[in-house]
T-cell receptor, first 112, second 114 residues
Framework: GESVGLHLPTLSVQEGDNSIINCAYS??????FIWYKQESGKGPQFIID?????DKRQGQRVTVLLNKTVKHLSLQIAATQPGDSAVYFCAENAGGSYIPTFGRGTSLIVHP | DAGVIQSPRHEVTEMGQEVTLRCKPI?????LFWYRQTMMRGLELLIYFNNNVPIDDSGMPEDRFSAKMPNASFSTLKIQPSEPRDSAVYFC????????????FGQGTRLTVV
């Protein structure tokens, strides 16, 4: 039969613009969330995390927002650069053993 | 620390052959995870260890897959016999502690079974 690939959502932005990547998580019991960045040919790398007792956390050029009511996370990247081009995953630590469970990812393409 | 080290980086093998993927976690990390990444299914957890003991292997697709962690600094993922549908990138990750900590990933092993 025909195979269906995993078509990643894609966000294309111009260099210097702000980017917002969204993620819906599944487990209302999850209490720790991480954003990872995966560049081509590499493993996922930690960007920023947030605990469920917070609704916002800021890092260098990145901000994560958490809305537990609708089980939604977003990653905001300020002044996006070509080096930010990658696939971004949100991961939730769910269950009693806090095992990272990954979303499907969003491909960010930054045009110079 | 050099981070999580995986070997080989690339592996091409023929269907039916045994494949062994290797991982050295970060020193001091007590959790080790094996993930598989494909375009079809994204990043899937196969198995994880805590203090060298397998805790949950429910993600291992078939009996052809097995994983071991003989000591705190080494783990293997073995596929025997390999099949073309096993072609994927396999990642190992390690983590210190249970709560509120990130997992660090290796560079992955790209496996191609022909």
């Amino acid at each position: 039969g025909e195979s269906v690939g995993l078509h990643l959502p894609t966000l294309s932005v111009q260099e210097g613009d702000n980017s917002i990547i969204n993620c819906a998580y599944s487990n209302s019991a999850s209490d720790y969330f991480i954003w990872y960045k995966q560049e081509s040919g590499k493993g996922p790398q930690f960007i920023i995390d947030i605990r469920s007792n917070m609704d916002k956390r800021q890092g260098q050029r990145v901000t994560v927002l958490l809305n537990k009511t609708v089980k939604h996370l977003s990653l905001q990247i300020a002044a996006t650069q070509p080096g930010d081009s990658a696939v971004y995953f949100c991961a939730e630590n769910a269950g009693g053993s806090y095992i990272p469970t990954f979303g499907r990812g969003t491909s960010l393409i930054v045009h110079p | 620390d050099a981070g999580v080290i995986q070997s080989p980086r690339h592996e091409v093998t023929e269907m039916g052959q045994e494949v062994t993927l290797r991982c050295k976690p970060i020193s001091g990390h007590d959790y080790l995870f094996w993930y598989r990444q494909t375009m079809m299914r994204g990043l899937e957890l196969l198995i994880y260890f805590n203090n060298n003991v397998p805790i949950d292997d429910s993600g291992m697709p078939e009996d052809r897959f097995s994983a071991k962690m003989p000591n705190a600094s080494f783990s293997t993922l073995k596929i025997q016999p390999s099949e073309p549908r096993d072609s994927a990138v396999y990642f190992c990750a390690s983590r210190r502690g249970l709560l509120n900590t990130e997992a660090f990933f290796g560079q992955g092993t790209r496996l191609t079974v022909v």
